[in-house]
């Protein structure tokens, strides 16, 4: 490659990889999206309702403050392509479209979406050439269900119109250095198309980011209210332990730092969804923490709260199996098909020990029902047949699913991952299956022609 080849591949990348774009709605999230934008080299329009806001921003006049921002977006040398307007008509047909308005809460308390379907009206209702393909990428935080919900109201009139979720994760006061760096790229989508031309543009002005998770719109959706509430809960979680501190005359900031070191050994990203929590120390605990919380006065605590929800999970186990017994005909149990087989009976794997594991709370309940129950753990038989001689207690998972009518999966023992799945359709009397630690997954469950439940996977 000679030295002007080198030049003309530049110039083609530059030139492919520049876009015409909007931004709609000019505040902390759109404004810092489009200074980044722009400074990578794409020709953004930023498009308000709020002709105060506009007027102010094409005198160079920033109605926010973030650091960096203003300098990024007007104060440099480098000529930007950037243009502010109240007018949704006047805008070019541009390549993709950033919502970005508020989505505050109504008045029932839930997300009010009507400034995101007012702004995708807009850009649908003005958009000149119906035959090129439009990006319509929302940014604005929105409860799941929302972009679907959108997708399919603007069905009649969006012919070549793309739906994108994208989230997004910046926090103000960082807001440019968190988009530029911090942020992850996801994307929810139904055409590969879009998601691939909205990554691109996105990584023309993110530094390569922390991680990308393209998926579904719900999947999208969901992440952005999962990590917002569960920076709530840390959040209320230390002012209650600061509020208990005080009690106790204990220090806060140490018993965060010793909290953190919890991080190790759970860390966030390995968590996994199961049947709920049992052994020798989390039930106990939790209890003990929650009745001296009481004690100290704080009755609805996040210990009180953790205690509910591991309860209410356990309940819905035995629910599950007996909705997966029951036929759409009939809604009672059938003498002739209710075998159920319990794959796991210690709290969690690699241990024999059952205090507290879901086995123990639901062999009775199961039993109660009249329903026949199978069971096999590799290590944790011999101490339940002390507590329980009326389960049949069986030598191998191929042998517990024989004439089975729902298999339920309760210890992620490794040696029930492997299991053959063609071996347990062809034995089971009926292909139920209810897979409380996600071991298979779902492809593979209807391939066997699987009913299953499992704990939230698609
Ligand atoms: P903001 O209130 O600062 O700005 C929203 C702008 O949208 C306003 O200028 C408003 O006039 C304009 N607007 C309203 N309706 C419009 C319409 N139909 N057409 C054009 N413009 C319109 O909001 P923000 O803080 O940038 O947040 C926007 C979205 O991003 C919200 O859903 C928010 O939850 C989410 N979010 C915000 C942050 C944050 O730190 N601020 C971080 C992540 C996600």
């Given at each position: 490659?000679?030295?002007?080849?080198?030049?003309?591949?530049?110039?083609?990348?530059?030139?492919?990889?520049?876009?015409?774009?909007?931004?709609?709605?000019?505040?902390?999230?759109?404004?810092?999206?489009?200074?980044?934008?722009?400074?990578?080299?794409?020709?953004?329009?930023?498009?308000?309702?709020?002709?105060?806001?506009?007027?102010?921003?094409?005198?160079?006049?920033?109605?926010?403050?973030?650091?960096?921002?203003?300098?990024?977006?007007?104060?440099?040398?480098?000529?930007?392509?950037?243009?502010?307007?109240?007018?949704?008509?006047?805008?070019?047909?541009?390549?993709?479209?950033?919502?970005?308005?508020?989505?505050?809460?109504?008045?029932?308390?839930?997300?009010?979406?009507?400034?995101?379907?007012?702004?995708?009206?807009?850009?649908?209702?003005?958009?000149?050439?119906?035959?090129?393909?439009?990006?319509?990428?929302?940014?604005?935080?929105?409860?799941?269900?929302?972009?679907?919900?959108?997708?399919?109201?603007?069905?009649?009139?969006?012919?070549?119109?793309?739906?994108?979720?994208?989230?997004?994760?910046?926090?103000?006061?960082?807001?440019?250095?968190?988009?530029?760096?911090?942020?992850?790229?996801?994307?929810?989508?139904?055409?590969?198309?879009?998601?691939?031309?909205?990554?691109?543009?996105?990584?023309?002005?993110?530094?390569?980011?922390?991680?990308?998770?393209?998926?579904?719109?719900?999947?999208?959706?969901?992440?952005?209210?999962?990590?917002?509430?569960?920076?709530?809960?840390?959040?209320?979680?230390?002012?209650?332990?600061?509020?208990?501190?005080?009690?106790?005359?204990?220090?806060v900031m140490s018993v965060v730092h010793g909290l953190a070191l919890s991080e190790e050994l759970l860390p966030t990203k390995q968590l996994k969804p199961g049947p709920g929590y049992?052994?020798?120390?989390?039930?106990?605990?939790?209890?003990?923490?929650?009745?001296?919380?009481?004690?100290?006065?704080?009755?609805?605590?996040?210990?009180?709260?953790?205690?509910?929800?591991?309860?209410?999970?356990?309940?819905?186990?035995?629910?599950?199996?007996?909705?997966?017994?029951?036929?759409?005909?009939?809604?009672?149990?059938?003498?002739?098909?209710?075998?159920?087989?319990?794959?796991?009976?210690?709290?969690?794997?690699?241990?024999?020990?059952?205090?507290?594991?879901?086995?123990?709370?639901?062999?009775?309940?199961?039993?109660?029902?009249?329903?026949?129950?199978?069971?096999?753990?590799?290590?944790?038989?011999?101490?339940?047949?002390?507590?329980?001689?009326?389960?049949?207690?069986?030598?191998?998972?191929?042998?517990?699913?024989?004439?089975?009518?729902?298999?339920?999966?309760?210890?992620?023992?490794?040696?029930?991952?492997?299991?053959?799945?063609?071996?347990?359709?062809?034995?089971?009397?009926?292909?139920?299956?209810?897979?409380?630690?996600?071991?298979?997954?779902?492809?593979?469950?209807?391939?066997?022609?699987?009913?299953?439940?499992?704990?939230?996977?698609?």
């Amino acid at each position: 490659m000679n030295k002007y080849s080198g030049l003309i591949l530049v110039f083609y990348t530059t030139l492919l990889s520049a876009s015409q774009i909007t931004i709609v709605g000019c505040g902390y999230v759109g404004l810092t999206l489009a200074a980044l934008l722009a400074d990578a080299g794409h020709a953004i329009t930023c498009v308000d309702i709020d002709a105060h806001k506009i007027a102010a921003l094409r005198q160079q006049q920033l109605p926010i403050y973030e650091p960096g921002l203003y300098e990024l977006l007007f104060n440099r040398d480098k000529k930007r392509d950037i243009h502010f307007t109240t007018a949704f008509d006047t805008i070019d047909d541009s390549d993709m479209h950033y919502i970005c308005v508020p989505t505050p809460i109504n008045e029932y308390g839930g997300c009010d979406c009507s400034y995101v379907r007012t702004a995708c009206a807009a850009i649908i209702n003005t958009r000149r050439n119906v035959d090129t393909p439009l990006m319509l990428v929302i940014k604005s935080t929105v409860v799941p269900g929302t972009v679907r919900m959108l997708q399919d109201e603007f069905k009649a009139s969006s012919r070549n119109v793309h739906f994108v979720y994208n989230p997004e994760f910046m926090r103000e006061g960082s807001a440019l250095h968190d988009m530029r760096l911090r942020n992850p790229i996801v994307l929810g989508a139904e055409s590969e198309y879009a998601l691939c031309q909205v990554e691109q543009v996105l990584t023309t002005c993110l530094s390569a980011p922390t991680a990308v998770i393209k998926t579904n719109f719900e999947t999208a959706e969901l992440i952005k209210y999962s990590w917002n509430t569960f920076s709530a809960l840390r959040i209320a979680y230390v002012n209650e332990l600061a509020c208990v501190c005080r009690s106790l005359g204990a220090d806060v900031m140490s018993v965060v730092h010793g909290l953190a070191l919890s991080e190790e050994l759970l860390p966030t990203k390995q968590l996994k969804p199961g049947p709920g929590y049992g052994g020798s120390c989390l039930p106990k605990d939790t209890t003990a923490f929650a009745h001296m919380l009481t004690n100290l006065g704080f009755n609805t605590t996040i210990a009180h709260r953790a205690i509910e929800s591991n309860y209410y999970h356990k309940q819905r186990v035995v629910s599950d199996i007996i909705s997966m017994l029951e036929t759409k005909s009939q809604t009672k149990l059938a003498s002739d098909s209710n075998t159920v087989t319990l794959l796991g009976l210690a709290f969690k794997a690699n241990t024999n020990d059952i205090r507290y594991s879901i086995a123990l709370d639901i062999i009775p309940r199961l039993l109660a029902q009249g329903i026949r129950v199978k069971a096999y753990d590799p290590q944790a038989m011999p101490v339940m047949q002390l507590l329980h001689q009326d389960v049949e207690y069986c030598t191998s998972a191929y042998d517990a699913i024989i004439d089975t009518d729902c298999i339920v999966i309760l210890t992620e023992w490794q040696e029930f991952k492997d299991l053959d799945l063609e071996i347990l359709a062809s034995w089971c009397r009926k292909k139920n299956i209810i897979d409380t630690r996600n071991l298979f997954n779902t492809h593979d469950l209807t391939k066997h022609g699987f009913r299953y439940l499992t704990m939230g996977t698609v």
